[in-house]
């Protein structure tokens, strides 16, 4: 017999009833199964004493047809009771991981709702900054048609007058004579 969970294997201990609405499945506990067998045997005993038993039908030869005994009904019931047990227990495992794929799957849906947010708001400030940039390159670009009319308009202004050509005063030869009057004019031409 297999134990799950701190499931005895004791005859008396009373089990999960599954029930199967689709399919028609009953599964009985092991408390309903020794129940019926027990009923099974104090109807084998009545059949001893009244010496007639309908389940054990003798061929002409006097061999048994086939039938089956109680004890090997009985281990039979075990042994499919077993089984089922083992199919309930895939079952509650199978149903946990569905549980556990299902509140995986529902984080991962928030997680994809965030990222989704978080790509939004970077669209709408990368749409701000590049109105921004448009806004101070439209500006930057009229100041520089200002000031390429104010260059062009100051050229005009030299080439309507053309430039005189400067003449630098030249000094006088010093003589090297000791006149005060010549020393200051030199002086001043200077």
Known sequence: M???RGESSKMGQAGLLLQAAAGGLQVQTRSQTVGAAHEERSSEQDEREVGYSPRVEEAPSGAPTGKKSHKERLTTAETRLDVLEASVEELY????????????????ESRIEKVKSLIDQLTEDTKDSVRHLH??????????MVLTRTLDAGE???????P???RAPEPHCYGGARDAKELENFLFDI
């Open 2 to 4: 297999v134990k799950h």
């Open 93 to 108: 495992q199978g149903q946990r991981r569905l549980l556990g794929v299902e509140s995986s799957q529902e984080e991962a």
């Open 135 to 144: 806004e101070v390159m439209t500006e930057l670009t009229a100041k520089v």
């Open 156 to 162: 005009n202004n030299t080439h309507a007058a053309p």
């Open 164 to 166: 005189q050509n400067f």
